[in-house]
């Protein structure tokens, strides 16, 4: 029991720390996500214009960074928590999370932003 304690209570802490990448719940909270799925919608939705990103050959875009390793980052665009509800409200409508973001609205569905949520959480080393 006490160790459960200190799971749930570093659990807390983790989600009190806006520097702390929440891995441990990935799998659970993207748990109806599809990460090939999420790679072909990837694909489809032009993301790879403004990112390079591994798992797609071409094109390699430049403006939004090098998608490899984003599934590890503590941050979001170097402001955000990188946590799976974030993650997924992020690529689905960044600019409602920070007003000034370069990258823009992009049209998913929640279910499509999940799946793509789960794809970059496969891109967990550089
Ligand atoms: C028109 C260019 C553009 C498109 C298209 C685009 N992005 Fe972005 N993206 C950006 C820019 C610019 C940033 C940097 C935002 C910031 O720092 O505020 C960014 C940031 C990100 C980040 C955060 C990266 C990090 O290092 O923390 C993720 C994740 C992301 N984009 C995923 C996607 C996905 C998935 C798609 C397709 C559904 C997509 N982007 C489409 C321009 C784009």
């Given at each position: 029991?006490?160790?459960?304690?200190?799971?749930?209570?570093?659990?807390?802490?983790?989600?009190?720390?806006?520097?702390c990448a929440?891995?441990?719940?990935?799998?659970?909270?993207?748990?109806?996500?599809?990460?090939?799925?999420?790679?072909?919608?990837?694909?489809?939705?032009?993301?790879a214009?403004?990112?390079?990103?591994?798992?797609v050959?071409?094109?390699?875009?430049?403006?939004?960074?090098d998608?490899?390793?984003?599934?590890?980052?503590?941050?979001?665009?170097?402001?955000?928590?990188?946590?799976?509800?974030v993650?997924?409200?992020?690529?689905?409508?960044?600019?409602?999370?920070l007003?000034?973001?370069?990258?823009?609205?992009?049209p998913?569905?929640d279910?499509?932003?999940?799946?793509?949520?789960?794809?970059l959480?496969?891109?967990?080393?550089?």
């Open positions: 029991m006490r160790t459960i304690g200190a799971l749930l209570l570093a659990g807390g802490l983790c989600a009190a720390a806006t520097a929440d891995k441990a719940n990935a799998p659970r909270a993207l748990a109806q996500a599809d990460d090939g799925q999420g790679l072909a919608l990837i694909e489809r939705h032009g993301c214009a403004c990112h390079a990103i591994p798992g050959r071409w094109p390699k875009g430049r403006t939004g960074g998608l490899a390793g984003v599934g590890a980052r503590p941050m979001i665009a170097g402001r955000l928590p990188n946590q799976p509800a993650m997924t409200a992020f690529v689905r409508d960044a600019p409602a999370l007003p000034d973001t370069g990258m823009p609205p992009m998913l569905t279910a499509e932003a999940r799946d793509v949520a789960a794809y959480y496969t891109l967990d080393d550089e």
